[in-house]
């Protein structure tokens, strides 16, 4: 399918313009290795202070309200943190408290207290970015538990940042995830327009090949392979760690293989909810088997290439893409069978992942409407 929009500049929808966000960001990772212990130790202290702090707000706004202001902020009493990493602390735990509990809200279960051990999420009041010397070309100063004073951590730019950097209008945010072995820092990139013309894909995501396309391509065909690994390995062990690092590595490749260079539009399953539901199947044994996979992460990455390769974003309602008959438009429970499609109404086979995938690309056809003419290439 070729995609040509109707005419310059139109917001493709039926009746809905496209939401326009005015910048988007992209993170990059940064090695600590390079660091004195003097400054790890730095870091660490840091750490454990912050994390104490963010964890003590948790506690405390889980079972009384809270805001960001000075009569929260008191209910902490003892800290080596400043008032300003006290400040950040307690911004970050409302932030995991709302997420939290709008998450338990939407799957319709209750509510655990999480434990924060992961990253300081720091912004420009406590992180300053400049250019380094010589091997060591980028330079972070960070605020420490010593008020007043900035430690200054080298490291190296990697592939990732001269990507970001060299992209017109690209701006580097002064701020940074902070943790024992690495920092994050991101850019903030224009939004640019979507292209004019080019192919329109529809894809299914799925359990064992990780995604399929209406073209009949398959990728990621050795993700239940990887589930299966994670499975195995002991909870909070290294193998485990490694397991995951191994599955987002895979992810992202997988990703990255679609032909985003050729596409004007994409087209996804507006999925959510997909470990619980409320089918009798999905017991304890169902959510234990489906724990590795990760489909709203598949997701965010396609949403990520798609900005960057100005590819439309289209969701679209997952409801029966595995069992629609695409010949003959027969929905019925008994179309699919595991891997298999075969319509019980006019004997219609194929693949069951390619035939999802076609369902959505007819999904995100009709939801481009009149303002887009597709057409068959000749």
């Given at each position: 399918m070729e995609f040509v929009a109707a005419y310059k500049g139109c917001a493709v929808g039926r009746g809905r313009p496209r939401k326009h966000k005015s910048h988007m960001q992209r993170a990059v990772k940064l090695s600590l290795d390079f660091i004195t212990k003097t400054k790890r130790r730095q870091i660490d202290a840091l750490l454990e202070s912050y994390r104490g702090a963010v964890n003590f707000y948790i506690r405390s706004l889980w079972h009384e309200r809270g805001k960001l202001d000075k009569g929260t902020l008191a209910r902490i009493e003892s800290t080596r943190l400043s008032e300003r990493y006290k400040s950040q602390a307690l911004k970050q735990a409302l932030e995991i408290v709302v997420a939290t509990k709008q998450s338990a809200k939407e799957l319709g279960v209750v509510a655990s207290r999480p434990?924060?051990?992961g990253a300081a999420v720091l912004?420009?009041?406590?992180?300053?970015?400049?250019?380094?010397k010589r091997s060591f070309d980028?330079?972070?100063?960070?605020s420490t538990l010593n008020k007043g004073h900035r430690i200054t951590i080298l490291t190296r730019k990697t592939k990732p940042f001269h990507k970001w950097a060299s992209l017109p209008l690209a701006k580097l945010i002064q701020g940074c995830a902070l943790r024992e072995d690495s920092i994050i820092i991101w850019f903030e990139l224009p939004d640019l327009p979507a292209k004019m013309t080019g192919e329109v894909l529809g894809v299914d995501i799925g359990v064992n090949k990780l995604i399929s396309d209406s073209n009949g391509n398959?990728?990621?065909r050795e993700f239940k392979q990887i589930r299966e690994k994670i499975k195995r390995r002991k909870p909070a062990s290294e193998g485990r760690r490694a397991a995951y690092e191994e599955r987002k590595h895979y992810l992202d490749a997988s990703v990255k293989s679609l032909p985003f260079e050729r596409l004007a539009v994409i087209g996804v399953e507006k999925l959510h909810d997909?470990?619980?539901g409320k089918q009798k199947t999905r017991g304890k044994s169902f959510r234990k088997a489906m724990a590795p996979w990760t489909y709203r992460h598949?997701?965010?990455?396609?949403?990520q290439k798609a900005q960057e390769n100005r590819v439309l974003l289209v969701r679209v309602d997952p409801?029966?893409?595995s069992r629609t008959c695409p010949a003959?438009?027969?929905v019925h429970k008994d179309n699919r069978k595991g891997e298999r499609f075969l319509c019980v109404t006019c004997d219609h086979a194929g693949d069951a992942d390619t035939i999802g995938a076609l369902n959505v690309l007819a999904r995100t056809l009709a939801t481009l409407g009149s303002l887009a003419s597709p057409r068959l290439k000749n």
């Open positions: 434990i924060f051990s912004d420009a009041k406590f992180v300053t970015i400049e250019e380094g980028l330079a972070v100063r960070l398959h990728y990621g997909m470990k619980r598949v997701l965010e990455r396609i949403e409801a029966n893409t003959c438009g027969a």
